[in-house]
């Protein structure tokens, strides 16, 4: 069995299907993107991997745990943790103080301090602006602290939600490769992007999303190399 298995799932937003037969793995190790327009349910899938909807079909299995069966808050001590659109810091806060709530299910405070060494040595921008506000820090380097302070809860699964939204293109490329570098040291990732090129570059495995299900999958590299996805995503390069 995959580390996560969702197997045709639907999810309703009251009366609207966001969600419809969807079905996709995740093995443990893996970089797996999830690529489509706006509103192509990318942002649903990885609310539903985190707990924050519900399936009312179909079953989501992370690691053998029934994830439906886990309140959201709870996914964090299971080794699930999201970063959300738009990085969510707290921007009044200090550098080192957002990363410290990263590790508020954490209850060692020797292993939250190694952790959010670990995030320095990782990311050493944020560690020349440990003392800085987060609201004073760039797009980048806001969406670089959003991820350290995920890691700061010891993920084994990290869901990201459009990391290089907004970025500019040097930018997106570091964020990328920290992603990467994440994954090289252990962490399985779950990315939903726009940016497809992006996206395609770093994943092992990517899926698109077609109003609530899987349309095309493959390798990162097959996808990439696919007519289909280089028209509508990859502006037809």
């Given amino acids: 069995m995959s580390w996560l298995s969702v197997q045709n799932?639907?999810?309703?937003?009251?009366?609207v299907k966001a969600l419809s037969g969807l079905s996709f793995d995740l093995e443990e190790g893996e970089i797996v993107a999830l690529l489509g327009n706006n509103g192509a349910g990318k942002s649903t899938t990885l609310n539903l991997v985190s707990g924050i909807v519900r399936p009312t079909a179909g079953t989501a299995i992370w690691n053998g745990v029934d994830l439906a069966k886990i309140r959201a808050h709870n996914l964090v001590?299971?080794?699930?943790?999201?970063?959300?659109?738009?990085?969510?810091?707290?921007s009044t806060m200090t550098v080192h103080e957002n990363l410290q709530l990263g590790g508020y299910r954490v209850t060692s405070k020797a292993v939250i301090a190694e952790r959010i060494e670990h995030a320095y040595t990782l990311m050493p921008r944020l560690a020349e602006r440990r003392d800085q506000q987060g609201g004073t820090l760039s797009g980048g380097e806001q969406q670089m602290l959003a991820i350290g302070r995920a890691l700061v809860g010891g993920p084994k699964l990290l869901l990201l939600d459009e990391p290089s939204m907004g970025l500019a293109p040097l930018m997106v490329n570091q964020v990328m490769e920290l992603i990467?570098?994440?994954?090289d040291q252990g962490t399985s990732v779950l990315v939903v992007e726009q940016n497809a090129k992006a996206a395609l570059r770093i994943a092992h495995r990517a899926y698109v999303l077609e109003t609530g299900t899987i349309s095309l999958s493959g390798t990162g590299a097959e996808l990439a190399a696919d007519p289909r996805v280089v028209e509508a995503y990859l502006g037809g390069q």
Avoid: L
Avoid at 9 to 14: I, L, T
Avoid at 83 to 88: D, H
Avoid at 180 to 183: L, Q, T
């Fill in 77 to 90: 001590a299971e080794g699930i943790v999201q970063v959300p659109e738009g990085r969510r810091i707290f």
């Fill in 9 to 15: 799932v639907d999810v309703f937003y009251g009366r």
């Fill in 180 to 183: 990467k570098a994440v994954n």
